[in-house]
Structure formats: C-alpha cells, structure tokens
C-alpha cells in the first residue's frame, strides 16, 4: 500500500521546517513546499510552488492526500490561503490543516486576528476534512531580537502582562500528530505553551541559558514603532502593535492542554526553548 503524502506548504518557515522531519519520523511521503529551486529536505520530495502562482499549487497539489497550510504575514494573507483551500479541495485533497492564530476572530481589534478568522470561516464551509491550529506566540519569534538580547536587553510594549507563548517545535509535532491521525476532522486546536510567563521571566530564562545578563525593559507601543519604522511596512508594524496591545491586556495567557493531548509529550517550556537556542543567541554576541 502506498503511503499517504502530505503537503507543507512554507516548508522553510518557522513551523514548517519542523514539520517536514516530524512527519518523516511516522513513515508519511513528505512534500514539501518552496519557492526556491534549489532547496532540498533530506528524506523529502521538494516542490517549488509560489501561493501567488495558482498553476504552481495546481502541480503541487496533484496526488496530495493531506495538506498543512501556514504563509507568511503579507497583506494578502487570507486570500492566497482561501484561494489554496479552493484549490486543494478541487484536486481531491483529503484532509486541511490550517495554521491560524490563538484568538482569531472576525471581531477581533488585531488585523492579523480577524484575516485568520477570515480563513477558518472559509474552510469549514468547504466541506473537507479539516482541523485549525490557533497557536500562541513563538517562543522562537524571540530570535528576531537575538541582536538586542547579545546586548543584554530587548524590549516590547507588552508590560508585566504573561502569555502561554509556545515553542514552534511542538506547533510542527501537534500539526504532524493531526495530519496522520484520526479523530480530528472539524476541531480546532489552541497550541499553548505549558505555563504563561511574563517577558520579564522570558529574559531571566536566556539569561540563565546563555550565562549573560538580559533585562527586559517595558517600551510605549509609539516608541517601539517607532524603532521599527523603516523596518517593517506599515500594515505589518501596525498589526504588530495591536498584537502586543492584545498580549499586553492579559488576552493571551490562558494554557491549554492540546499539545499533550496531540502529540503525548509535554509543551515545551521557556527554559527549554532557551537552553536549546542558547548558541544562536551566542552567535548573535560574538557577531556584535
Ligand atoms: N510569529 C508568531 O508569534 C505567530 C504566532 C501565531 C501564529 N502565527 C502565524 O504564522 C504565520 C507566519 O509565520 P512566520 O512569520 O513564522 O512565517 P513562516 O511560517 O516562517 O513562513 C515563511 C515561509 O513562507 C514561505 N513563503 C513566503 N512567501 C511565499 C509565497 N508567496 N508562496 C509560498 N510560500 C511563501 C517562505 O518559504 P520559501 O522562501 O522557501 O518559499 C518562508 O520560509 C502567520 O500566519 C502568523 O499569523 C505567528
């Protein structure tokens, strides 16, 4: 018997590049999704597909059983992601997972919660198998300011606010665990790390993993955009703010038990994250 072949699409991402070995290790045929040709997953078929070029997902799709579907915040975010629903229900593909975000919602006051939202509402009316992951914040978004922190400090406007911020590897086991399991059709999943912790405790955890002094310092959101501007597009660094704005209100601290549940092993905590990513943040030190 053939073994079933699963799509991921943004295989080089965040979530993506974790998902591709977590799906080889339980015997799937893994497809996984780039648009740079010369990119290769060990174990894996490579597919060079772009979500803004239909007839790319076409090819990549044909003889997929079951698809992961995450893209990288762009404006257009939710419709490439509708649009490669559509297409993946026309070429026969089984089951959809989709990568949304803790809280999505249609009302929701942060942009990037209402396009997930958007997405989700689409998909359940497709009539496929298939399942939502609303992971919290990455742990591993942390190494977007590996730079400050191999100065001894990062900051966010975020306050002493606490969020059930999870590590990216267990978003890849969980989604790995519900692309080749069974009982999942129609639920949604919200991937929480094991406790919720402040960006305060968040600092103290590199500081114990990498030996150095890192302090977290509370920023107004003007300021923190402030440093920013130039560095993001604007949309991306307003969505950004109302995202702290929402972690900062205390709307992102609730733990759920789903990765436990999904994978048998437990999330991940902070201090693991940091012990494991203690020589990037090294890297970023000597390179400064
Ligand atoms: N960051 C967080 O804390 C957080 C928390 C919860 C949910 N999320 C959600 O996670 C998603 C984004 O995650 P991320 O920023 O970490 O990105 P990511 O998953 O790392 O995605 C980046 C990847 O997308 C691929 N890509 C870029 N443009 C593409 C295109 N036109 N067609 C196909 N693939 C394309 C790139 O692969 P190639 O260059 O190889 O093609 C790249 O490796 C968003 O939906 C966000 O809302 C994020």
Do not use: C
Request: proline content about 5%; aromatic content about 6%; overall charge negative.
């Amino acid at each position: 018997m053939n073994t079933p072949t699963v799509l991921v699409t943004a295989a080089t991402g965040t979530v993506g590049s974790a998902l591709v070995p977590a799906l080889r290790s339980r015997g799937v045929t893994v497809r996984a999704m780039t648009r740079d040709p010369g990119r290769v997953f060990p174990g894996a078929e490579t597919v060079v597909a772009d979500l803004r070029e239909p007839e790319s997902l076409v090819a990549a799709l044909k003889g997929v059983d079951a698809a992961f579907l995450n893209s990288p915040s762009a404006l257009d975010a939710a419709a490439l992601q509708i649009r490669f629903a559509d297409l993946a229900r026309d070429a026969g593909v089984h089951r959809l997972v989709l990568l949304s975000q803790y809280e999505a919602r249609a009302d929701s006051p942060v942009r990037f919660l209402r396009w997930h939202a958007e997405v989700e509402a689409h998909v359940e009316k497709l009539g496929l198998d298939h399942t939502v992951l609303r992971p919290n914040l990455y742990l591993q978004a942390l190494l977007a300011f590996a730079g400050p922190i191999a100065q001894g400090w990062f900051a966010a406007p975020v306050g002493d606010a606490a969020v059930s911020a999870i590590d990216t590897r267990d978003i890849a086991d969980a989604a790995a665990a519900v692309l080749t399991g069974t009982g999942h059709s129609g639920r949604t999943y919200t991937l929480t790390g094991p406790r919720a912790v402040t960006h305060h405790e968040i600092a103290a955890a590199l500081a114990g993993a990498t030996g150095r002094d890192v302090t977290f310092h509370d920023t107004p959101a003007d300021q923190f955009a402030a440093a920013l501007t130039g560095l993001l597009p604007p949309w991306q660094l307003d969505g950004l703010v109302e995202d702290y704005a929402h972690y900062a209100r205390g709307e992102a601290a609730e733990v759920h038990t789903s990765v436990t549940d999904l994978t048998g092993q437990p999330a991940r905590d902070v201090t693991d994250f940091a012990r494991d990513h203690a020589t990037a943040f090294a890297a970023a030190a000597n390179a400064s």
